[in-house]
C-alpha cells in the first residue's frame, strides 16, 4: 500500500523521521563508493574478497541450518536441510581458506552456463524466425554469450577481472544513487 503525499503530511514526525535517516544512506552510498573504486583498480583482490565474504555467509547459513536440523522444527525434511547444511558448511571452508580458486571455479561454472545459454538463445531464434521479427538479435546475443562464456574457458584470469569490473561498476553507480538519495532525504528533515 503507497502513502499519498496528502497522507504523508498528515503522519505526524513522517518527513523528520525520514528526514533524519538520511546519513544511512550517505554510508551505503560512501562504501559502494568505495568497493567499486576498488574493484576497479583491483579487481582480483576485489573478486578474492567478494568470495571469501560469500564463503563466510555460506558457513554461517551452514552452522544455522545444521543447528535447524536438529531442532525438529523445519518445514522440510531433516535430510535435506543436512545435506544443504553440509554443502554450505564445505563450500565456506573452500571459500575462505582458497577463495581464488574457488572464484575460479565459480567462473567456470558461470562460463558453462553462458554457453548453454548461448546454444538455447541460437536455436530459440532459428525456431522463432517464422513467428517474429528480429530474430537475429535473439542469435546474436547467444554468440556473444558463447563467445563471453569460452573467454572465461580460455583466459579464467580475464574472467574473474571483468566480472570484477561488472560488479565495480554496479556498485559505484548504487553508490552515488544512494548518495544523491541521500541528500534528497536530508533536504525532508
Do not use: D
Not at 503522519?11 to 574493484?39: C, Q
Not at 553507480?173 to 536530508?186: C, E, M, N, S, T
Request: proline content about 3%; cysteine-free.
Amino acid at each position: 500500500m503507497s502513502v499519498s503525499a496528502s497522507e504523508r503530511h498528515s503522519i505526524p514526525g513522517f518527513l523528520p523521521l525520514i528526514g533524519r535517516s538520511w546519513w544511512v544512506l550517505l554510508v551505503y552510498g560512501i562504501l559502494g563508493v568505495i568497493f567499486g573504486l576498488f574493484a576497479l583498480a583491483r579487481p582480483l583482490a576485489a573478486a578474492t574478497a567478494m568470495v571469501w565474504a560469500i564463503g563466510v555467509l555460506a558457513l554461517a547459513e551452514g552452522v544455522v541450518s545444521l543447528f535447524a536440523a536438529f531442532s525438529g522444527k523445519v518445514a522440510v525434511s531433516k535430510g535435506w536441510v543436512l545435506l544443504y547444511a553440509v554443502l554450505s558448511i564445505l563450500f565456506g571452508i573452500m571459500a575462505v581458506v582458497n577463495p581464488v580458486s574457488t572464484a575460479g571455479a565459480l567462473l567456470l561454472f558461470l562460463a558453462a552456463w553462458l554457453v548453454f545459454a548461448g546454444i538455447y538463445r541460437i536455436i530459440f531464434a532459428i525456431r522463432v524466425r517464422q513467428e517474429i521479427k528480429g530474430e537475429w538479435l535473439i542469435a546474436l546475443s547467444g554468440l556473444l554469450s558463447i563467445a563471453l562464456g569460452a573467454l572465461f574457458v580460455i583466459s579464467p584470469l580475464t574472467g574473474l577481472v571483468v566480472t570484477a569490473w561488472w560488479i565495480g561498476a554496479g556498485a559505484l553507480i548504487y553508490g552515488v544513487l544512494q548518495i544523491i538519495a541521500a541528500f534528497k532525504l536530508r533536504a525532508l528533515k
